[in-house]
């Protein structure tokens, strides 16, 4: 099945250092999806990477995606107490019935 | 556009009892998959639905099943509950499934006693 390793499993920082999680697959992707879930909310939507070497922003948050599509990262600029959350990346291997695999997210605390 | 429904939102029921779950997916979504999540587990997919068919199924035992009706409305069923099982439920609508954006309902909260 599909090896998704996300890292760290948790992390705490203080109000306005960085964050970045990783997501490693073991085989190329197809593309990648990253997702935040709220403490007691569900999972939304942030954004799908789909091209090697591909970097997307969002305000404070960089997404890339690895040259040989096996990585990603999520960096968070300056973190805010509104970006606490677990990110989870959810890579797709691009089979004809390619399905979502998530991973086991990044639990992210900010102290003010 | 209304969002993802999930109904009921919590739930408490006795080990070897059996619970149906309701979804109720974006409008004009085809795709409906099924998670289960538990602290320190991530989002563990349960299976997916698409036009009525199953598509894919994760690694669940038997007792989880789930069925999708020609309004893209999907329920899922545990028989023969298990301690374990208790767990948020989270469906998600898609378009088409696959790698489209996914959008999730609120969760239904099990409790198995």
């Known amino acids: 099945g599909q090896q998704v390793m996300q890292i760290p499993q948790y992390q705490h920082v203080q109000e306005g250092e960085d964050f970045t999680t990783y997501c490693n697959s073991s085989?190329?992707?197809?593309?990648i999806q990253w997702y935040k879930q709220r403490p007691g909310g569900h999972p939304v939507f942030l954004i799908q990477?789909?091209?090697?070497?591909e970097v997307k922003k969002q305000k404070r948050l960089t997404f890339q995606f690895g040259e040989a599509k096996k990585n990603s990262s999520l960096h968070i600029t300056a973190t805010q107490t509104t970006d606490v959350g677990t990110y989870f990346c959810?890579?797709?291997?691009?089979?004809?019935?390619?399905?979502?695999?998530f991973g086991r997210g990044t639990q992210l605390t900010v102290w003010p | 556009k209304a969002g993802v429904t999930q109904t009921p939102r919590y739930l408490i029921k006795t080990r070897g009892q059996q619970v149906t779950l309701s979804c109720s997916p974006i409008?004009?979504?085809?795709?409906v998959s099924w998670y289960q999540q538990t602290p320190g587990q991530g989002l563990q997919f349960l299976f997916e639905?698409?036009?009525?068919?199953?598509?894919n199924k994760g690694n669940f035992p038997g007792r989880f099943s789930g069925r999708q009706f020609s309004n893209s409305r999907s329920e899922m069923n545990v028989s023969t509950l298990e301690l374990g099982d208790s767990a948020l439920y989270l469906c998600?609508?898609?378009?088409?499934?696959?790698?489209?954006?996914?959008?999730f309902g609120p969760g239904t909260r099990l409790t198995v006693l």
């Open positions: 998600a609508s898609s378009l088409t499934g696959g790698n489209n954006e996914q959008f």
């Open positions: 085989t190329t992707l197809s593309n």
């Open positions: 990477l789909v091209k090697s070497g």
């Open positions: 959810a890579p797709d291997r691009g089979s004809t019935l390619g399905r979502l695999y």
């Open positions: 409008s004009g979504h085809r795709s």
């Open positions: 639905y698409f036009s009525e068919t199953q598509r």
